[in-house]
């Protein structure tokens, strides 16, 4: 094996493997590897095709992606197949933010950006992979047109402890994680489909769920 390539498999991990399996994922940067490792001790890692910046990974809401920085992530499914021993990175256009979820699926991310200082409150971009057009109009959305000031007014609260989300099926956003869409929540749960916000009385869990 050539100096600087490190493709170790400690303990066989299927690609089929539920993402809930994994407990962790880490970067070595003295060999820019990705290491996924699962609560059964079994660990899978692979070396990044490029050399990125500030690398501090994490999975995505249901770890189908690793989030390698502000604007990169590679796929989980290709650190685990580990292509002639590399995974190629991706990354979502530049000034949308950060990025927090991706669904390869239906190419699509969700990113989100800090609209005021101080009480910290942020907007979301909702777009296509590749692009910065923005899908929909909803309260707490970067969209054209959409003064500083509106999207202060419309600024919402994060915390990494509750993700942000699309579903699985690409329909639903949940800018700021917590899928609330009672009738006075906000951001609320985005309807890419009808472009409105979801109301609902019994919540909006099961729309993130991979049932739908």
């Avoid at 079994?42 to 390698?68: G, H, I």
């Avoid at 950006?113 to 971009?125: H, K, L, P, Q, R």
Wanted: aromatic share 8%.
């Amino acid at each position: 094996m050539r100096k600087g390539i490190l493709v170790t498999l400690m303990l066989t991990l299927g690609t089929a493997a539920h993402a809930d399996d994994f407990a962790s994922v880490q970067y070595d940067a003295s060999n820019n590897s990705i290491a996924l490792k699962r609560s059964d001790g079994a660990s899978r890692q692979c070396v990044l095709a490029r050399k990125l910046k500030d690398v501090d990974p994490k999975f995505n809401w249901n770890q189908q992606v690793v989030l390698l920085n502000n604007t990169d992530y590679v796929a989980v499914a290709d650190v685990q197949q580990c292509t002639d021993g590399k995974a190629s990175p991706s990354s979502i256009p530049p000034h949308v933010g950060f990025v927090v979820d991706v669904n390869l699926r239906k190419k699509l991310y969700l990113s989100l950006d800090v609209v005021t200082a101080g009480t910290i409150s942020y907007a979301a971009t909702v777009s296509k992979l590749g692009s910065n057009r923005p899908i929909g109009n909803f309260p707490g959305e970067y969209t054209r047109g959409k003064s500083m000031s509106k999207l202060q007014e419309e600024g919402f609260g994060y915390s990494e402890s509750a993700p942000g989300r699309i579903s699985e099926d690409g329909r639903y956003v949940s800018a700021d994680g917590s899928m609330d869409c009672a009738i006075y929540s906000h951001p609320g749960v985005w309807d890419l489909q009808t472009g409105k916000r979801v109301v609902r009385s019994d919540g909006c869990e099961n729309l993130f769920s991979s049932g739908n």
